[in-house]
C-alpha cells in the first residue's frame, strides 16, 4: 500500500521530505576524543564488524557505499538509541587520599536516518540518497567527586558533538560482480563544558604532609563553548567479486575542533584574600578528533550464515594536546599589576590505534528472526604516562551479542556488549596539576604530579534500533 505511493513522488518531493525528516532527529550529547566500537544496534552486536557492506540506515557513517543495494531500495527509516554505562576507578598512589570513582549515570545518545533507494537508474543498479544524524562512539558526561584526588585534572564533563549527514551512494553489476561507491558530506557541531580544580595556594601541594585533599586552597575553571559547523566526509567503496564475498572500505578525515567560548574562574579564599579576579572570560577549545580508515571482508558462509572481520586504523597521534586558549584574560588583585592568564594546555601524546573486529550473523528463521555475535581488540591511544580519569578507553576486549526480529516488515534490533579495559598501574605519570600564576612577589605555585595511581574501567552497552523499510509493511499499518 505504501509503496504505491512512495512510487509516485517526484525526485524532488523526495528530497523534500528527508530535509524535513532531518529535523525531526534529536540532538546527540556525545564526548569528543577516544572513542568506542560503535555506533548502531547491528554493528554492536557484531564486535564492530560493520565496514564491508553494511545494511542499516547507518551505513553513512561506517561506509555509504553500503546505501547501494537491493535492500535499500524505495523509503527507509532507522531509529537508534544506545546506552553507555561507564565504570572508572581511580586510586591514588599519593598518600592520604581515597579511592574516587565515576558517578555520572548511564549515557544515552539516538541516531537515525532516512534514506531512498531508486533501484535501477541508467548503467546504475541502485542509486540511494539519504540524510541522517548521528556522532562518535564514547561517553558524553562524567562526574567526579569536587574534593577527590584526581580533582585537578577532572572534575566533570559534559560534551556535546553531532555529525550531521547528507549521502549518496551508487552500484553497478555485471554477472555475480558488482561495485558500489558512497559519499557522505557530513557537518560538526559540537559543544564542550568542563571543570577541574586549580591549585592556587604558594609552593607544592602534596609535598610529604599528605593535604592533597584540603581544598582550601582551590580555585575552580569551569570551560564552556561551542563550535560552528566544520565540514568533513566520510568516502567508502564496497566491492563483490564473487557471489557471497564483500570487501569495503572507508575513509574519514580528520577534524580539527575550535570551539570559542568561557573560562570562568571560581576563587579560592587565600585569592579572594588579595581580591584577585580575573578582567574577562574569552576563550577557545582546541583539539584534533582523529582520521579513520575502516575495512573488512564479508563471507556468507552458508545462505543463513554470515562472518565479518575488520580491522580500523585511527589516527590519534593527531591530538598531542588540548589546549584552551585564552584571548587578553589578565589576573588583577591589590598587590600587583595585572598579570596574563596563559593558555591551558593538558598535554596527551596519544598514539595512532588499531582494532580487529570479528562479528557473525545467523538467522534463525528465514526473514523472521536472526542472532549475532561479536569480539573484538582494540590497542589504547594513550601513552601509560598520560592515563587519567578524562578518556579511560586504554587497551580492551570486547564481546557483544544481538538480535534482529521482524515485526509487519519492520526490524526490531537490540544489541549487549561489555567492554573488558585493561587495568592501568602508573608510576611514571606526567599529567600535571594546573596552577595559578604568580601575582606580584608572592610565591609561584609548583604543579605537582597527580596522575599516579591505579586505573580501573569497564564498559557496558545497550542498543536498540527499530529500522522500517516502508515498502515492506503490511498494509494492516
Not at 562524567?142 to 549518496?168: H, V
Not at 550464515?305 to 585564552?326: C, P
Request: aromatic share 10%; charged share 15%; glycine share 10%.
Amino acid at each position: 500500500m505504501f509503496q504505491h505511493v512512495f512510487d509516485r513522488l517526484s525526485f524532488r518531493q523526495c528530497l523534500g521530505f528527508l530535509a524535513g525528516s532531518a529535523l525531526l532527529l534529536p540532538s546527540l550529547a556525545l564526548a569528543a576524543g577516544m572513542e568506542y566500537p560503535d555506533n548502531g544496534t547491528i554493528a554492536i552486536g557484531r564486535g564492530g564488524a560493520n565496514a564491508a557492506n553494511p545494511e542499516d540506515g547507518l551505513a553513512f557513517q561506517y561506509n555509504p557505499a553500503g546505501l547501494a543495494q537491493v535492500l535499500q531500495r524505495g523509503w527507509h527509516l532507522t531509529i537508534d538509541t544506545r546506552w553507555a554505562a561507564q565504570q572508572t576507578k581511580f586510586t591514588s598512589a599519593t598518600p592520604g587520599t581515597t579511592a574516587i570513582e565515576n558517578a555520572a549515570p548511564p549515557f544515552m545518545a539516538p541516531s537515525g536516518s532516512v534514506s531512498y533507494g531508486f533501484g535501477q537508474v541508467g548503467p546504475l543498479s541502485d542509486l540511494t540518497i539519504a540524510l541522517g544524524a548521528t556522532g562518535p562512539s564514547a561517553i558524553g558526561k562524567s562526574r567526579y567527586p569536587a574534593d577527590g584526588a584526581q580533582r585537578y585534572a577532572l572534575d566533570a564533563t559534559d560534551y556535546f558533538i553531532g555529525y550531521y549527514s547528507a549521502a549518496i551512494a551508487a552500484g553497478w553489476k555485471r554477472g555475480d560482480f558488482s561495485a558500489r561507491l558512497g559519499f557522505t558530506g557530513q557537518l560538526v557541531q559540537g559543544t564542550a563544558t568542563f571543570t577541574q580544580a586549580v591549585w592556587s595556594g604558594f609552593g607544592t601541594y602534596d609535598s610529604g604532609k599528605n593535604t592533597v585533599t584540603d581544598t582550601k586552597n582551590d580555585s575552580t575553571a569551569t570551560f564552556s563553548g561551542s563550535s560552528g559547523l566544520i565540514p568533513t566526509c566520510v568516502v567508502g567503496l564496497s566491492v563483490s567479486p564473487v557471489r557471497d564475498i564483500d570487501i569495503g572500505l572507508s575513509y574519514r578525515p580528520r577534524i580539527d575542533f575550535d570551539a570559542p567560548g568561557t573560562l570562568n574562574i571560581g576563587l579560592s579564599p587565600a585569592a579572594a584574600a588579595i581580591n584577585a579576579k580575573t578582567d574577562s572570560n574569552s576563550a577557545s577549545l582546541k583539539l584534533s578528533l582523529a582520521a579513520m580508515l575502516r575495512g573488512g571482508v564479508a563471507w556468507r558462509v552458508t545462505p543463513r550464515v554470515r562472518l565479518e572481520l575488520d580491522g580500523v586504523w585511527e589516527q590519534w597521534s593527531s591530538m598531542k594536546e588540548i589546549r584552551i586558549v585564552t584571548h587578553n584574560i589578565n589576573i588583577t588583585s591589590g598587590i600587583a599589576n595585572p598579570v596574563p592568564l596563559p593558555d591551558v594546555v593538558f598535554p596527551h601524546n596519544m598514539q595512532d590505534t588499531m582494532s580487529v573486529r570479528l562479528g557473525g550473523d545467523v538467522t534463525v528463521v528465514d526473514e523472521r528472526l536472526t542472532v549475532r555475535a561479536g569480539y573484538a581488540y582494540e590497542t589504547s591511544a594513550i601513552p601509560s604516562a598520560y592515563v587519567n580519569v578524562d578518556f579511560p578507553n586504554w587497551q580492551r576486549h570486547i564481546a557483544s551479542i544481538g538480535a534482529s526480529l521482524r515485526l509487519w516488515g519492520a526490524w526490531l534490533d537490540v544489541a549487549y556488549a561489555h567492554h573488558f579495559v585493561q587495568t592501568q598501574h602508573v608510576t611514571d605519570s606526567q599529567v600535571m596539576s594546573q596552577v595559578s600564576p604568580k601575582i606580584g612577589g608572592m610565591p609561584a605555585s609548583v604543579p605537582s604530579v597527580v596522575g599516579n595511581g591505579t586505573y580501573e574501567s569497564a564498559l557496558d552497552l545497550f542498543s536498540v534500533s527499530l529500522r522500517i523499510p516502508f515498502g515492506d509493511l503490511h498494509s494492516a499499518l
